[in-house]
Structures are given as structure tokens and as C-alpha cells.
């Protein structure tokens, strides 16, 4: 029906007021800050922390301590289990 861009701008909406939605699940006992989901969809492109604090305009120690921070709160030993972790428990959009 169209309805695809009201759809995402909704599940935008929730996730930034971190409200819960049915069929969208959302990490419990942690929630990240709005740079650390930042920081988490450009580390599951692959990016380095070099290459993420250039496009976020942040020093490389900047993008360490989200990154280590996110790992923490996702209780994920690296960088692609947290991505892992995080896609299951519905905090990134494929």
C-alpha cells in the first residue's frame, strides 16, 4: 500500500524514544546512546575506528570508547559479536 516510508519513519521514531514495538525486539537490561548506534551501524559496515571517527567528525580514542562501551552493554567479547548480538536482539535494520 505505499506504506513502507510511514513504517520506517515509526520504527525511527520508537527506536529513539526506545519505545517497544510488536515484532521489534530491543535489548532489556542495556540500552546504547543514540552515538553508540551511531558507532554500531558503521562498525557492521565494517569500518575501522579510523574510518568511523572521520565520518562522525570524532578522534579514533573517541570511536574506541563507544565501541568498547557498546561491547560492555552488549556483553560481546568483539566487534562482530556485538553486531551479531545487536541485529538479534532487533538495534540494527538490515
Known amino acids: 500500500m505505499g506504506a513502507k516510508p510511514l513504517a520506517d ?5 520508537a527506536r529513539r524514544a526506545r519505545l517497544d514495538l510488536p515484532g521489534v525486539r530491543r535489548a532489556t ?7 553508540e548506534e551511531e558507532v554500531l551501524g ?9 574510518q568511523i ?7 579514533t580514542k573517541t570511536v ?10 552488549l556483553g560481546a567479547s ?5 553486531v551479531s548480538l545487536a541485529h538479534q536482539r532487533g538495534l540494527l535494520e538490515v
Open 29 to 35: 537490561t542495556s540500552t546504547l546512546t543514540e552515538r
Open 53 to 59: 571517527g572521520e565520518r562522525l567528525f570524532i578522534s
Open 42 to 50: 558503521l562498525v557492521a559496515q565494517g569500518l575501522s575506528n579510523r
Open 9 to 13: 519513519a515509526v520504527r525511527a521514531l
Open 78 to 82: 568483539g566487534r562482530a559479536e556485538a
Open 64 to 73: 574506541s570508547v563507544h565501541v568498547s562501551n557498546l561491547l560492555a552493554k
